[in-house]
């Protein structure tokens, strides 16, 4: 958390401070480069600055909401598709549940293969198609996810790395049998009634699946299928870091009009004009 406290009025003038039109906030320092691109691809001028967690995030969308401030928010959804949600032209929410559900395109990850494989391989839609049988797979654990937060249950469910749901250490496949044993340990924790009413506003969802995946959980999954293809074009074993992987996928503005998560996000930015 920052150390100083300034006053609303000074939050809504440090964009003129840095000769910005606006202020916009963010949770953490990997959030700034991908709402920085965002920002500058829908044309406004902005000034983006991380403010150190989740609960410091609440109390901007609080400030909003209650006294009218005039900074931005940039946010990741969460599940918050699924409780009601809070509607403000100043609150800009990712269209998956983090960052990351759009970081890691097809496309981009195409990209990763290429330039760590150093092959010019087009894999875009057998990625695609990975990442649909992989949320497929995850999909009870989806709705307990979703459960655990519109009921406050206090369960972790996909936790931040999806590594113990996965066949072994390096595949990216999801284990079915790691799934389901999982389930029978939490199902206890939930009634019939809640889980029923999650899957009917689950279906009701007009997102792919993958969108509603919790974002870090997922990384691994990701780093494992980068590991294999470039082992298939090349022959040798590459190691990707998180801090790589962020760098490499961050900038998800390439053929930005052809995606619906990033048109979906950069539509909610052009109102703040």
């Known amino acids: 958390m920052n150390s100083l406290e300034y006053s609303q009025a000074a939050e809504e003038a440090k964009g003129l401070f840095y000769n910005k ?7 953490g320092d990997d959030d700034v480069m991908f709402w ?3 920002f500058d691809l829908a044309e406004i001028d902005a000034h983006i600055e991380e403010v150190g967690g989740n609960e410091e995030i609440v109390k901007k969308i609080k400030e909003i909401l209650d006294n009218n401030a005039t900074f931005i928010v940039a946010c990741d959804s969460d599940h918050s598709d699924f409780i009601e949600p809070i509607s403000h032209d100043r609150i800009i929410k990712t269209y998956g549940y983090s960052i990351e559900n759009s970081m890691y395109s097809p496309l981009n990850i195409q990209k990763v293969v290429r330039n760590v494989g150093k092959k010019p391989v087009s894999i875009e839609e057998e990625i695609g198609k990975w990442a649909e049988s992989f949320s497929n797979n995850l999909y009870g ?6 459960a655990n937060h519109v009921y406050d249950k206090g369960i972790q469910v996909f936790g931040n790395n999806c590594q113990r749901f996965l066949k072994s250490g390096t595949s990216r496949e999801v284990c079915n049998t790691q799934v389901s044993n999982y389930l029978e340990n939490i199902k206890k924790h939930f009634t019939e009634a809640e889980i029923n009413e999650v899957k009917e506003k689950l279906s009701k969802s007009k997102k792919d699946i ?4 919790k974002g870090h959980f997922i990384t691994n999954g ?3 299928l980068i590991q294999h293809h470039v082992k298939q074009i090349n022959g040798t074993k590459c190691n990707i870091s998180h801090d790589s992987l962020y760098a490499l996928t961050i900038d998800c503005t390439e053929k930005w009009n052809s995606r619906v998560d990033i048109n979906t996000i950069i539509s909610k930015i052009k109102k703040i004009k």
Do not use: K, R
């Not at 039109?21 to 949770?27: A, I, L, P």
């Not at 654990?141 to 979703?146: E, P």
């Open 210 to 213: 993958w969108f509603h995946l």
């Open 36 to 38: 920085t691109h965002l």
């Open 21 to 27: 039109d606006f202020t916009v906030y963010v949770e």
């Open 141 to 146: 654990l989806l709705i307990y996810d979703i």
């Open 222 to 224: 990701i780093i494992n």
